[in-house]
């Protein structure tokens, strides 16, 4: 959701009065249909269509960067403006502090290189590294799920937080 989405819907609820042929579609797998159906003051219908759910596997940026190798240039627009190259200590610090069980639990028990701390001193958290992303999707469809003869190519489907990064 963002903010256009909650200003369409506004404008919806308020023109169906004068306009009782339009019809809106929603759809969601997550959404709380009877909170729509509340807020369009119960005058809608809603269809449940029964899905399935497939097992999910949680990745992060550690993850990507080891799987994919990829660098952050410090020049990078991804890059920290400030980051500066970390000391040999200041790497051992970091790879304490992966050791530690909240973090082991969190990536899967997986030991992070040296090289994968000084990418994450580099990468700005504050924004989206495309590039990042487009090395992930081309690590999946050339190494894990590659295609083969007599198996269709699989999909993949990318989650941005927003209508811009669309």
Do not use: W
């Not at 506004?10 to 509340?38: E, G, H, Y």
């Not at 050791?99 to 000084?118: A, D, F, T």
């Not at 990042?132 to 990318?158: F, N």
């Amino acid at each position: 959701r963002d903010l256009d989405t909650d200003f369409l819907l506004i404008v919806l609820r308020d023109l169906l009065p004068k306009r009782p042929n339009l019809r809106i579609v929603l759809m969601s797998a997550t959404i709380n249909a009877q909170i729509f159906r509340d807020y369009f003051s119960g005058k809608c219908a809603s269809i449940h269509i029964p899905g399935r759910t497939f097992p999910v596997t949680s990745y992060f940026v550690e993850h990507a960067l080891e799987h994919t190798g990829f660098i952050v240039e410090p020049n990078s627009e991804y890059a920290k403006r400030d980051a500066e190259r970390l000391q040999p200590h200041e790497i051992q610090e970091q790879m304490l502090m992966y050791e530690r069980p909240e973090y082991q639990e969190l990536i899967g028990g997986q030991q992070v290189s040296h090289r994968v701390i000084e990418q994450m001193s580099r990468l700005d958290p504050d924004r989206i590294n495309f590039d990042l992303v487009a090395a992930v999707v081309k690590h999946i469809h050339m190494k894990v799920d590659p295609v083969r003869a007599g198996k269709s190519p699989g999909a993949i489907l990318v989650f941005v937080p927003g209508f811009g990064e669309i």
